[in-house]
């Protein structure tokens, strides 16, 4: 059984950090894309960042470029969202989600095939005050 736990999220002044965790287990880490998600109240989901867990491939998404960094351990099997500079406009559930890397028998940047994401943490809450 796949299982994602999110941890880290909390409260923090605007400017300020947090780093959340993604702990995986029940697959073959290395076999997967792992995607940061996030829903703030009133809006739809929106991807944030992921990673190919096996060559380290990432993408972040516009919106907090330059600002949220991810990164994987795969001793620990468990992806790191480090996110800096917080603004009171990411304040939202954030979720950890996994596919497999290989769509269709081939390999898709984790940011591509979002709708394939299949497997998702319960998620954890961040809120920015201004």
């Known amino acids: 059984e796949v299982q994602l736990v999110e941890s880290g999220g909390g409260l923090v002044q605007a400017g300020g950090s947090l780093r959340l965790a993604c702990a995986a287990s029940g697959f073959i880490f290395e076999d997967y894309a792992i995607a940061w998600f996030r829903q703030a109240p009133g809006k739809e989901r929106e991807p944030v960042s992921c990673?190919?867990?096996?060559?380290?491939?990432?993408y972040v998404a516009d919106s907090v470029e330059d600002r949220f960094t991810i990164a994987s351990d795969n001793a620990k099997n468990t992806v790191y969202l480090q996110m800096n500079s917080l603004k009171p406009e990411d304040t939202a559930v954030y979720f950890c989600a996994a596919r497999l890397s290989a769509i269709e028998r081939s390999v898709v940047p984790c940011h591509r095939g979002l709708y394939e994401y299949d497997s998702w943490g319960q998620g954890t809450q961040v809120t920015v005050s201004s």
């Open positions: 990673i190919t867990s096996s060559d380290g491939g990432t």
